[in-house]
């Protein structure tokens, strides 16, 4: 607080006469300084008159003039040196209104009764009007004295304030009152005129005071705070001055305090806070019932007809300072470009005068008009600026409300908080709740159908995933690990030969045992057809793996002979049918995690938002090379879909699929595909952008001859970290032209050193 000012004004202002009255500093407070760059000086006083109505602020606008303690007289932008700096001093300021006076309409300035500066004649335009006694000050505390009689006497007879003549004073309309002060909360909506609203407001009811963030701001602006740049929102203004002791929000804290303690009017200018219940209640909680008057008054839907005059008046104001500011700067532009063609001519001129003088000396200089070396300087006229004209057009006369390039409430706190916006009711504790606008039912029906829209195009930030979409995310992290080593070992002969070797025995060991139990019961018919059915059913199969129905394997990690399902997969198989997965748990999840009827799911904007959120990695749909969304819809259209009514990305298949059906769907589409390659269908290539493989350390790279650097077919190198295992070194085929890839389920990156998969 000790950067802010302290105003306050006279409740009787002088409109005739001739009076005085009296300031004196009792104490100077020298604040603490942590090192940063602050408004000087550190105490301040300015003593003065200004209009009722208009600014607390002295030095703020036309419509005050004033003494300060740097010994300056200030009226708008003059600051006119007239007198010592003063501080131990008793300060007295006289106004002359007595227009039989030689002196009249005239100000003085006195330091302990002795005349510091002459008569200094009042702005004109504030002739005639009432003038009230006004106070800014920081830093210090003062003594002022109305009269009856001054503190240091005036070399002449002049009276106090206090004792004017009736007809020489006007009282100020803003009187206390002795009924119980109010304070209200009005709500409105973003975007919809709620900031007009509380100034027209606060305009027409000038007893009333505005307790919001923005008027903080302008607070500490008007105290000569520099103006932090534009940023936040208007309910939320960024007020970054660069002083901690203002940029921490303690000034809030402090008014917050002390705003029930004092006997005034307020408004509560926060626009997010007045929607929503919970910040209704913590500010109605600070306002004691028994000490104030509690209301809310509604401001949603179509405004009222002064209203929308209002706000033409204001878009009319804009569109004019901004024609003026234009018109001054072009002008300025012209005059520029004016005093350059004046002084490249003048120049032009003193170089003939010099050759003229030159051909004078050598006797070369001719007679006549046509000789003369002198040029007469033609004067131009200067064109006189004409008044601006700017007219509204149709469009800016339809408007209801104005806009403005700040919005009224950040997007990342809308997003949070939009959900949460309700209507007052005197459940909160209301005494009263008015409708200025609309109804009752009409704005109940118009924030349902805002809340509803914004569920459609704004996202969930506080949502976070939920522990079933953790355990089923890591399930499916297992499982795709697992398929990748089934595919490795299958694409390794010896490791091939092993399953089959490790299925037999198992399966031979599994028959032992129930020929056993056979054995024991006698049965020795049902023992012998016992192994029989086991010749059979180890007998090597030949597998039509081309002619295979995908969608009847049963088990996709072996189709009979040892060989999985995803056999042929290359990065781009593994790269969708993790995609898929991804999408469908995704949409499955967010629908559970939110629980909001009214949005079920989100629009193809925010998937990268949703996607971070839930799998902590970005969304990257360049690296599939698609020129557009649908495409990638097109090619996933088995997994997922677009809502063509809401635009909402929506599940195809069921909650409790099977992890392998996404796999199916995933070989099913790469036979089509390779079917309309092989039949010279180019758009049926894919062009997924592979990931560059992570940096490895030196040990981790072996001796090189087992690396990934190559890609031939059956080609093997070290094992991933993942899998802990060691392969035997094969001898590579050529060097490929792009490392081959694999990946790695957990992480959704590409890992060139597993060697999983070789040329087809």
Not at 158 to 168: F, I, N, P, Q, V
Not at 224 to 252: C, I, M, Q, Y
Not at 263 to 281: F, M
Request: proline share 5%.
């Amino acid at each position: 607080m000790q950067y802010l000012l302290a105003c306050v004004r006279s409740d009787t202002g002088i409109k005739s006469g001739r009076y005085m009255f009296e300031v004196r500093i009792v104490e100077s407070i020298t604040p603490m300084e942590t090192g940063e760059r602050t408004p000087t000086p550190k105490q301040l006083l300015r003593v003065g008159f200004s209009l009722a109505g208009s600014s607390l602020f002295l030095a703020d606008g036309c419509d005050s003039f004033c003494f300060d303690s740097e010994g300056l007289f200030i009226h708008e932008k003059l600051r006119k040196k007239v007198g010592p700096k003063f501080r131990d001093a008793v300060v007295a300021v006289l106004l002359n209104l007595d227009q039989s006076s030689p002196n009249k309409n005239t100000v003085s300035l006195f330091l302990n009764g002795i005349r510091q500066s002459p008569p200094l004649p009042i702005p004109e335009h504030l002739c005639g009007k009432p003038l009230y006694p006004t106070l800014s000050f920081k830093n210090v505390s003062l003594d002022v004295n109305f009269g009856p009689s001054p503190r240091k006497a005036l070399p002449f007879r002049c009276h106090m304030l206090a004792g004017a003549a009736a007809a020489d004073v006007e009282a100020s309309p803003c009187k206390a009152s002795a009924k119980k002060p109010e304070v209200i909360l009005p709500v409105g909506l973003p975007s919809q005129g709620f900031f007009d609203w509380v100034d027209e407001f606060v305009e027409k009811n000038p007893g009333y005071v505005e307790l919001s963030d923005r008027k903080i701001l302008e607070w500490a602006q008007k105290s000569g705070l520099w103006k932090p740049k534009a940023g936040g929102s208007l309910d939320k203004p960024e007020g970054h001055f660069g002083v901690p002791a203002l940029d921490d929000g303690s000034v809030r804290r402090v008014l917050s305090n002390i705003s029930p303690a004092l006997n005034r009017n307020y408004i509560i200018g926060e626009l997010k806070g007045n929607l929503v219940e919970a910040d209704r209640a913590a500010t109605l909680g600070r306002f004691n019932p028994q000490d104030f008057s509690r209301k809310s008054v509604v401001v949603m839907g179509e405004p009222t007809a002064d209203y929308k005059s209002r706000v033409q008046s204001l878009i009319l104001a804009e569109k004019k300072t901004k024609a003026e500011q234009e018109q001054k700067r072009k002008a300025q532009a012209e005059e520029r470009k004016r005093m350059l063609e004046l002084k490249r001519k003048k120049a032009e001129e003193a170089k003939k005068a010099k050759e003229a003088a030159q051909k004078k000396k050598e006797g070369k200089e001719e007679n006549g008009d046509d000789a003369k070396a002198e040029a007469e300087e033609t004067a131009e006229d200067v064109k006189m600026e004409e008044p601006v004209q700017v007219e509204l057009t149709e469009e800016e006369k339809s408007l209801s409300y104005r806009t403005s390039t700040t919005p009224d409430i950040s997007e990342r706190e809308l997003t949070k908080s939009f959900a949460k916006f309700s209507l007052p009711s005197k459940e909160e504790g209301f005494e009263a709740i008015s409708f200025a606008w609309q109804a009752e039912a009409d704005c109940a029906a118009l924030l349902k159908k805002w809340i509803l829209q914004k569920k459609l195009t704004q996202r969930a930030e506080d949502l976070q995933p939920g522990a079933g979409f953790k355990e089923t995310w890591t399930k499916w992290q297992k499982t795709i690990q697992e398929w990748r080593r089934r595919q490795a070992d299958y694409k390794e002969p010896s490791k091939r030969k092993a399953l089959a070797a490790k299925k037999l025995e198992t399966a031979k060991k599994a028959m032992e045992e129930e020929k056993k139990k056979l054995m024991e019961a006698g049965d020795e018919d049902a023992a012998k057809a016992l192994e029989e059915k086991f010749a059979q059913d180890t007998a090597p199969v030949e597998v039509n793996f081309d002619d295979l129905d995908v969608f009847a394997v049963e088990d996709v990690m072996d189709l009979g002979n040892t060989m999985p399902l995803f056999a042929q997969f290359l990065y781009e198989d593994w790269a969708l049918l993790n995609l898929r997965a991804e999408l469908h748990l995704l949409l499955h999840n967010f629908k559970k995690d939110l629980d909001d009827a009214d949005r079920p799911s989100f629009v193809e904007a925010h998937l990268g938002y949703y996607y971070q959120k839930y799998f902590k990695k970005s969304w990257n749909f360049n690296q599939y090379g698609l020129a557009k969304f649908a495409d990638l819809l097109d090619i996933l259209k088995d997994a997922i879909s677009v809502d063509s009514t809401s635009n909402f990305l929506q599940a195809v298949q069921s909650d409790d699929v099977a992890l392998e059906t996404f796999l199916k769907y995933t070989e099913d589409h790469r036979r089509e595909r390779e079917r309309r390659v092989d039949a010279g269908d180019e758009t049926a290539k894919l062009k997924f952008s592979r990931p560059a493989p992570p940096p490895t350390r030196q040990a981790d790279m072996g001796s090189g001859k087992g690396s990934a650097s190559g890609g031939g077919k059956g080609k093997s190198g070290p094992a991933s970290d993942s899998y802990h295992a060691k392969r035997p070194y094969q001898q590579s085929g050529p060097p490929a032209k792009q490392a081959r890839t694999t990946y790695d389920a957990r992480g959704s990156s590409w890992s060139s050193s597993s060697g999983y998969y070789g040329r087809r």
